[in-house]
């Protein structure tokens, strides 16, 4: 299904070309460009969520609460907003958003011919309210479910029962910690 989604180019070493381009052209040629990951954390524990069966990438294993890109000339907190309503149906306080951190990832999925190559900016956000609450788009999220942050550390040790996104490593450690370290768990 194609995409015309406007996002920003970005050089290899993250920093944005000011140069819009369409999604799909930016994973068909592997150009560099930003996206959002908002770990979200109810009175149930951490949402996650299983990614729809027709994504391009990853489908049916359990992800981040809200992922997606950023559109072009949007903050990233704008962005991580933006896509916590899409997919979950939550408004959130752009204000109370906790950033964790930046990582950069590579990804060549082969049956797609997707090539991502994300700088992704990663926040946490303790949402008030319960995962009862929640509103899927079913373009995007197959289910959600909470976890609790040990239980998601064993998940990632085994990648078992969750069978979750193999982000990098470093990726998954700045999660753990912040979420260690955040007041919001």
Not at 5 to 11: K, L, P, R, S, T
Not at 70 to 76: G, L, R, T, V
Not at 109 to 125: L, N, P, Q, S
Request: glycine residues 4%.
């Amino acid at each position: 299904m194609a995409s015309y989604e406007i996002i920003e180019a970005f050089n290899s070493r993250g920093m944005g070309l000011n140069r819009p381009i369409l999604k799909d052209i930016a994973h068909k040629k592997g150009i560099p460009h930003a996206t959002i990951h908002l770990w979200i954390v109810c009175k149930e524990g951490i949402i996650i969520q299983q990614r729809s069966k027709n994504k391009d990438t990853y489908p049916l294993l359990w992800d981040v609460s809200v992922a997606g890109h950023i559109n072009y000339k949007e903050d990233p907190t704008a962005a991580a907003k933006r896509e916590a309503k899409e997919e979950l149906g939550i408004d959130i306080a752009i204000d109370k958003l906790m950033e964790l951190g930046r990582v950069y990832e590579v990804h060549y999925h082969k049956k797609t011919k997707v090539m991502d190559r994300e700088f992704k900016t990663i926040f946490a956000y303790n949402f008030s309210g319960s995962i009862k609450e929640v509103k899927i788009q079913k373009e995007e999220v197959e289910a959600v479910r909470s976890i609790d942050l040990t239980h998601l550390k064993t998940s990632l040790k085994s990648n078992s029962p969750n069978h979750m996104v193999p982000h990098k490593e470093s990726y998954y450690n700045i999660i753990c910690k912040g979420l260690t370290k955040s007041k919001i768990y």
